[in-house]
Every structure is written in structure tokens, then in C-alpha cells.
């Protein structure tokens, strides 16, 4: 199979899809690998680096997309590549449809098949390819509010450990999951005072019995909320509804009982965000004011620390291109249901339910889809024919 590994083009965006490393395995498995020039500048990855793995430098995503059985994103393409998809390429990247119906709209019409690590599950459950960005984003959300709570940057002039004699700040973190993990042993190894909230009691048990004491897990609840966010000088949003659109937990009403200068951070704007204040910001202007809180909404969080982003997501990724590659997508998503329903859209068709739930769109079971691609590939092959690519199906070039 011909893999392309293409540029981010989004603002601030300086990770890569695939490590050199990456590219060595693929090699290794008899696949071509078309790795867009400068692709790897903002990891420290070279051409040279990816060029001795084994990969093909090419100048220009158009020729990538024109080649490459499968391309690999970090995020979602974006308008300008819109026209270069083919019809049955595979596209394997963060797409988060459901926190944008124009995008999902404008998307379907490049009849792609649209594979989303954030809803690929592991053999236990679990999001393995969100995982990894989670880990990141959620340290790195205590990060960054401790520098929005100073007084600098229109914080309240707080030290989330405080000092001596005086009090640290209150940290309300809602959600359990990893990012809320993450970002509740983060603050609370600062020396905050931390909430964490999750709806679930087994979860509520693990985290009692990992967290230190000054960070006390709770069961979450509109009332709770609403309590903890007026004692809170940050609050970091966590939620996650594996490929639907985040639930609204903060409100607009909300923020007039809230400390003044009070950082919020929504991890979640990826799927829309949780608070209903929350709109997607970028890391050149990361925040903003409202009824004197302050929001942090950056949508790629890890963009900003690719070393170590880069090199995480390829760990958990790399797995799962290579089933791709080996067997095409249709008989690597047959045989690992957690893959297939990475499967969002096939040949402009919803194949994710939460995504088609989320604006009222059918949804096309990716069964359907799938028995379709294999028999057509079965065809070709009885047929003696090249396997070229056709609409809703893939081709290997061993």
C-alpha cells in the first residue's frame, strides 16, 4: 500500500502523523511512504531522517493525495485539501465531527473513507488513540492556567500551591477520564486543592485510591457543579462522549457567581466544549473574557509540545496503520471491531452513530460498507484486473 504523511497546515499545529521510526516499520512491511517535504520540522524530524527510514520526500500534499492509498493527519484536513481527497481514500486522523456540522456536511462530499482516532476502542474498551493526546492535554492544562491565574495575564494573582501560611488555589476539574486524570495529579502535585467529579462510582473508587489527599473525588452532579465553581479559581473541562458532541455543564448564567479572574480550561472544545461559553481559540490568542472569567479553548492543545506529542501518538497509532496497510481497511476493520468503529463516514455516508445522532443525519451501519469493499476487492483480483482504486475501496502495492 502507498501511505502519504502530509504537512499540518492547521495554525500552531507542529505535529506529524508518523515518526521516522514509524515510516522504518512500515518499510519494513513492504509499503511505500510518501512523506510531505518539511513535514517533520516542527517535531525536529528532518527530511534526511524520514528520507533514511525509507520514506519518498514529495514537495506538495497534491501529489500525496494523488499517490497514496492512505494519508495520515494529525487533524482534520482542512478546506483547502477538500478537493484533492479521491473518492474510496482512506484518511486516518482526529476528526471530531460531531463539534462542526458545516465540516461534516462539506466532508461527506469527498466520498472518502474517514477513519477517526478518537473513536478507534481498544480490546478492552478504552480509546487507545486519544489516550496518549489526553496524557498531554491534560498536564498541560494545569500548565497553562497557572500562568493565565497570574495577575499578568488577568488571573486573580494566584499560586495554584500557595505558600507558607497561606492557602492554594481550588482546582475543579470534571470529568475522570484521562485528561481529567491527568490534570487533577498535575494540580495537585502543584499543591492545589482538588475536585475531581465523574458520574461513575468505579471510577470514583480508582481515583480514591490513587489521587493524594488534597484532591478529593466526587460524585458529579448539576448541583455539585454548581457549588465547587464558585469556590473555584480553575475550573478544567473534561468530558468526553466517545465521537458526540460534549454536554454544556457550565453555563452562561453560571459565570456571574464565579471568582473574578478565574481561569477556565475546556479540553473538551475539541467535541464542542462543556461550557457553553466555549468557543475554539488558537495558540497565538488563546483566550479570552467573559463577565470577567477567563476561557483558554485552544482546539490542539499538544500542538505546542510535538516532541513529546509526535513521538506518543505514533506509539499508539503506528498499530493500527499497519493492519490498515497489511490487509486494506475493509478486512483489518473486519477483523478488529475496536478499529472499525474508528470508521466515521464511507462514500459519503455516516458510519458513526454519535456523529449522525448529533445533527440528525442517517446513519449507514459500516457493515454494509464493508461487504461491499471486500467483494469488490475479491473482484478485481479474480478479474486479474490492476488494482486501481475505485470508490469505497483500497488498493496494496507490496
Not at 4 to 29: A, D
Not at 117 to 145: D, F, H, I, K, W
Not at 244 to 266: N, Q
Request: charged share 20%.
Amino acid at each position: 500500500m502507498v501511505i502519504g504523511v502530509l504537512r499540518e497546515i492547521k495554525p500552531q499545529e507542529n505535529r506529524v502523523s508518523m515518526t521516522p521510526s514509524g515510516v522504518e516499520t512500515m518499510h519494513r512491511h513492504g509499503h511505500t511512504v510518501l512523506v510531505e517535504q518539511s513535514a517533520g520540522r516542527g517535531s525536529d524530524f528532518t527530511d534526511e531522517q524520514f528520507a533514511g527510514a525509507g520514506a519518498t520526500i514529495t514537495s506538495t500534499a497534491a501529489e500525496i493525495y494523488a499517490r497514496a492509498d492512505m494519508v495520515m493527519h494529525v487533524k482534520e484536513p482542512q478546506p483547502s485539501e477538500y478537493g484533492l481527497i479521491r473518492p474510496g481514500q482512506v484518511v486516518f486522523a482526529y476528526f471530531h465531527f460531531a463539534s462542526d456540522e458545516q465540516f461534516t456536511r462539506n466532508y461527506m462530499q469527498t466520498r472518502s473513507v474517514a477513519i477517526a482516532y478518537e473513536t478507534v476502542e481498544g480490546p478492552r474498551g478504552g480509546l487507545p488513540l486519544l489516550n496518549p493526546m489526553s496524557e498531554v492535554a491534560g498536564r498541560m492544562a494545569v500548565q497553562e492556567a497557572a500562568e493565565y491565574c497570574e495577575r499578568v495575564h488577568g488571573g486573580r494573582g494566584i499560586l495554584l500551591g500557595g505558600v507558607t501560611g497561606v492557602l492554594p488555589a481550588t482546582v475543579l476539574v470534571i470529568g475522570g477520564g484521562i485528561v481529567g486524570t491527568n490534570a487533577a495529579m498535575m494540580a495537585a502535585g502543584m499543591g492545589a486543592r482538588v475536585y475531581i467529579l465523574d458520574t461513575k462510582l468505579e471510577r470514583l473508587r480508582y481515583l480514591s485510591e490513587i489521587m493524594p489527599k488534597n484532591c478529593t473525588p466526587l460524585m458529579s452532579s448539576p448541583a455539585t457543579i454548581r457549588s465547587l465553581s464558585v469556590q473555584a479559581d480553575v475550573i478544567i473541562g473534561a468530558v468526553l462522549i466517545a465521537g458526540a458532541r460534549s454536554p454544556r455543564l457550565i453555563t452562561r448564567d453560571m459565570l456571574k457567581d464565579m471568582k473574578r479572574g478565574c481561569v477556565m480550561v475546556d479540553v473538551s472544545i475539541d467535541q464542542g466544549g462543556c461550557f457553553e461559553t466555549s468557543r475554539p481559540t488558537t495558540h497565538d490568542r488563546p483566550i479570552y473574557e467573559i463577565d470577567g472569567i477567563i476561557h483558554y479553548c485552544v482546539t490542539n492543545m499538544p500542538g505546542s509540545v510535538p516532541v513529546t506529542s509526535t513521538t506518543a501518538l505514533t506509539n499508539a497509532t503506528l498499530p493500527y496503520a499497519l493492519q490498515i496497510a497489511d490487509k486494506g481497511w475493509w478486512q483489518a476493520c473486519r477483523d478488529d471491531e475496536g478499529l472499525k468503529k474508528g470508521v466515521n463516514m464511507v462514500d459519503g455516508k455516516i458510519t458513526c452513530e454519535a456523529v449522525a445522532r448529533a445533527f440528525d443525519l442517517p446513519c449507514i451501519p459500516v457493515d454494509s460498507h464493508l461487504q461491499i469493499s471486500a467483494g469488490r476487492h475479491a473482484t478485481t483480483i479474480q478479474c486479474g484486473a490492476s488494482p486501481i482504486v475505485q470508490t469505497g475501496e483500497t488498493h496494496e502495492d507490496d
